[in-house]
């Protein structure tokens, strides 16, 4: 890929599927995800190794890493919460875990049940666990651009986070907007800060369409060097904590803008279209993507008939 290329990571097998009420079942899970390396991406966020009883939705996640058909190039990541879920994600074989820390008190107690100074600690402990193996490590600053219950999280207080991961050894950084509540002049701030001790090839993006600023923040963050994104099939997801704020920025919507823009990012598009457009039989309702609806800009339309 170019320099002026866009990387996305696909999360909606696990960012999405955590919180839907039907559960998807897990031979559903591969077949999704074995199309999704199919349609070309690098990274997927295959599930999370969490506690079944904590998110039940994500209980099969070692069924389906064992599963899954694993394309070269490919990077298959989980979410773990704890060095027993990094030892059940190495033995699952991932390639990546994807730690996750809210730089909100509130939140982080909400999500996590303990202070965000208790959970970077516990990083640590994940990284003596993963020591000494290929697997890669990442770690999400979450409610980066605010928080549903504190309000403005100051970007200081952001930076000294992400600056305590990269003490960590922790090799990747994602700025997440779990709630949906980031403008495109407050991304380009933060994006721009980041950039200055993260390497553009190892900070993240993870954007929220809550409040329908997704893709501005995209291009904000692009504008602005960043060149990685996390996106949701079909705008799926949403975080169980943060009061209103369902829905990912939409893989298939981010890769038509993209395209239409002449920036790359090596996806097929109509593979991905295809995929949307079945998720409503997956989860049992309609789902917020725009393109898979509309159709691509190039799909024209016959000239209606006269009266």
């Known amino acids: 890929m170019t320099e002026t290329a866009m990387l996305i990571q696909e999360v909606a097998t696990r960012d999405g599927f955590q919180i839907e009420p039907r559960y998807v079942e897990t031979a559903e899970k591969i077949r999704l995800i074995d199309a999704l390396s199919a349609a070309g991406f690098s990274r997927i966020e295959v599930s999370s190794f969490v506690s079944p009883k904590a998110v039940p939705a994500l209980r099969d996640a070692a069924e389906v890493f064992a599963g899954i ?27 990546e875990v994807n730690l996750v820390a809210s730089v909100s008190e509130t939140h982080n107690r909400a999500n996590m049940g303990m202070s965000p100074e208790a959970s970077i600690e516990g990083f640590g402990r994940i990284m003596e666990t993963v020591k000494g193996t290929p697997v890669s490590t990442n770690a999400t600053v979450a409610t980066a651009f ?9 970007a200081d207080k952001v930076m000294a986070q992400v600056e305590r991961y990269l003490a960590l050894g922790i090799a990747g950084v994602t700025l997440a907007d779990t709630t949906g509540m980031a403008n495109p002049r407050q991304v380009e701030r933060l994006v721009a800060r980041a950039l200055a001790i993260v390497p553009a090839e190892r900070l993240t993006l993870h954007f929220h369409n809550t409040r329908g600023l997704g893709l501005a923040n995209v291009l904000a963050a692009y504008g602005a060097g960043a060149r990685r994104f996390d996106a949701a099939l079909g705008g799926l997801g949403g975080c169980p904590f943060a009061p209103g704020a369902t829905g990912n920025i939409c893989t298939e919507d981010l890769v038509s803008m993209a395209h239409e823009m002449g920036i790359e990012t090596g996806l097929d598009l109509e593979a991905l279209l295809g995929l949307s457009r079945d998720l409503p039989r997956l989860v049992g309702h309609d789902v917020p993507g725009q393109v898979a609806k509309a159709g691509r800009p190039c799909d024209l339309h016959p000239v209606p008939r006269a009266a």
């Open 146 to 154: 605010g928080c549903p219950f504190e309000g403005d999280q100051p």
């Open 69 to 95: 058909a694993r394309r070269p190039g490919t990077v298959y990541v989980a979410l773990v919460p704890n060095p027993k879920g990094a030892e059940r994600a190495l033995a699952a074989g991932v390639c």
